[in-house]
């Protein structure tokens, strides 16, 4: 999963669902017996989603109606991991936790590609300014997105195992606005192995499920959930249990049938959940949400604004005895001096003193993920700088270990700086992209930049000044000195690292979005046709298209 700012994505509900899926067959004989044949052997897999922050939107909301797993020797074959509806997604918030959609029993085989389709009509998007798309102005391009698994998923007989998937909001073609404002949407999703296995999945962190208690047992209960799915939740002596009502610690005993309940989980390597912590209270708990993403430090009345799963930002005051920590362990400051560490973008954890209040103050505030990211302005062999008009530059030596690369390409990475430094360049407008994500040096008390992703520059809409010749063509935009500014843009040509190249039509007022082969771009990259490109830099100065945009018909 790539990071980007904020930098580069908080918390709606969605569902566990645990389908049984079997193969039933008759068989009979002249006979007056029938033989039944054993069941197909099954495993359980869960499906998971996963994101990245997003710089222009807070939201970009969906409802997951159908996910489904592709045989590997056959794609005819297809077997339903999940099918209903889910409360909506907020793809925009899952950077530093898994959405888990669903847990099935498959039936045992390889898989190596997966669909999922969503409900067209449920796509609400919202800018990070909190404006909200007229549903009049968005055009989602289909509904299902098939994506290609880069290690098969495989299910043995009883076994668990788990597929992860990252929707792209930063690819250029996710949400393209069209020369007349519209907005169209292209799902955009691809898979991200998990090379410790299910393993891995004790270290995940899965956003909070909110509903009531169906049922309890002597060590677990049943959820049903807001999207109207069971999950079963073991709970264990390391559980932290909180009874709203009494707004004091609870216990395991006051869970009962019928309760409200906000729980955080964690998966074990079978594929069961554990509670990690709950929240249960007879009335119906308030919409905060424990996650979110910092949106603003207000350090004169000592507030975080954090993100809700209401889209509007939620302040919480800081005391004097907060405690700020970094993935838990690190210990960071107590107090308000510590927001001098924290800006937008920080994925947090924050546990509040009470819910109930209002404002609510935080007892603790764990950095779940720190980030950084924007224009740089500036790169030696030992730092560089992201440029802040506002918050004021901020400049991060490079981290042990420090890797870097292009966003679309986490597999062509580089560890040298001096190579990284000798790509930020720029040119006029297109200034130099970057995101990082930080680690905190305790011998500095700084941020540190363990990674840099080099983010595709998409200059405004312009035009094809020069029409695609011998891998590469001229465009030319308007810049914000109201001049006129050409850019040579190479396309690459080798299978695997072209860039996206697509039609955007308009039709009678339909609107239609089709890739472009390589062996047409001659004849369909030409001037003056109208265009976006995005470009990423290259250490030898020049610029390669990330992806390329013609319009027609507008």
């Keep these: ?290 996650e979110g993403h910092v949106i603003g430090v207000d350090r004169v009345n000592n507030h975080l604004l954090v993100s809700t799963n209401a889209g509007m930002p939620r302040a919480i005051a800081i005391d004097a005895d907060t405690a700020f920590t970094f993935h838990s362990s690190q210990a960071l400051g107590t107090g308000t001096a510590a927001l001098a560490d924290v800006w937008m973008g920080f994925k947090v954890q924050v546990e509040v003193k009470d819910p109930l209040q209002v404002p609510m103050h935080a007892s603790s505030v764990n950095i779940q993920r720190a980030v950084d990211g924007g224009a740089i302005n500036a790169a030696t062999a030992t730092s560089f700088t992201y440029h802040h008009p506002i918050a004021g530059d901020r400049t991060h030596a490079y981290a042990n270990p420090f890797t870097w690369w292009y966003l679309g390409f986490p597999g062509i990475t580089s560890t040298l700086p001096g190579d990284f430094a000798a790509a930020v360049t720029g040119a006029g407008d297109v200034r130099v992209q970057g995101a990082s994500d930080l680690v905190w040096n305790t011998g500095t008390s700084t941020w540190d930049a363990s990674t840099a992703v080099f983010l595709p520059v998409a200059p405004p809409q312009g035009t094809i000044s020069g029409s695609y010749n011998g891998g590469q063509l001229g465009f030319t935009f308007t810049n914000s000195a109201a001049t006129s500014q050409t850019l040579t843009v190479n396309l690459k040509t080798t299978v695997g690292m072209q860039p996206a190249v697509v039609e955007v039509a308009n039709q009678g007022g339909v609107i239609t979005v089709s890739p472009i082969d390589v062996s047409a771009w001659a004849t369909k990259l030409v001037a003056p046709a109208k265009a976006r490109v995005a470009v990423v830099p290259k250490p030898d100065g020049t610029f390669s298209a990330y992806a390329v945009v013609v319009f027609t018909g507008f």
């Design 1 to 290: 999963m790539r990071p980007s700012p904020r930098i580069c994505s908080f918390l709606t509900v969605s569902a566990l669902t645990v389908l049984g899926l079997s193969l039933a067959c008759n068989g009979g004989s002249s006979g007056s017996s029938a033989s039944t044949p054993a069941p197909t052997a099954t495993g359980a897999a869960s499906i998971i989603l996963t994101d990245a922050p997003s710089d222009q939107w807070s939201a970009i909301e969906v409802v997951v109606t159908k996910v489904t797993l592709l045989d590997k020797t056959d794609h005819t074959k297809e077997v339903v991991a999940f099918q209903g509806a889910t409360a909506k997604i907020n793809l925009v918030d899952l950077d530093s936790v898994g959405e888990l959609l669903a847990t099935a029993q498959l039936p045992v085989g390889t898989y190596d590609a997966l669909r999922i389709t969503i409900d067209p009509s449920s796509v609400n998007l919202v800018k990070s300014d909190g404006t909200a798309v007229p549903a009049s102005q968005l055009h989602v391009q289909g509904s299902t997105v098939q994506v290609g698994l880069s290690t098969d998923l495989v299910v043995t007989s009883g076994g668990s195992n788990a597929v992860q998937i990252d929707f792209d909001l930063g690819h250029p073609l996710f949400l393209v606005q069209t020369p007349n404002g519209d907005w169209s949407m292209n799902l955009q999703a691809r898979h991200r192995p998990n090379a410790n296995g299910m393993m891995g999945m004790a270290q995940m962190a899965f956003r909070h499920r909110k509903g009531t208690i169906a049922s309890v047992g002597a060590s677990s209960f049943v959820l049903h959930t807001d999207s109207g799915n069971d999950l079963t939740v073991n709970v264990d002596a390391g559980a932290w249990l909180f009874d709203v009502d009494a707004k004091a610690v609870g216990s395991f005993a006051g869970l009962a049938t019928g309760k409200n309940a906000l729980v955080k989980l964690r998966m074990q390597s079978d594929g069961s959940l554990w509670a990690v912590r709950v929240w249960y209270s007879a009335s119906a708990l308030q919409g905060w949400t424990p």
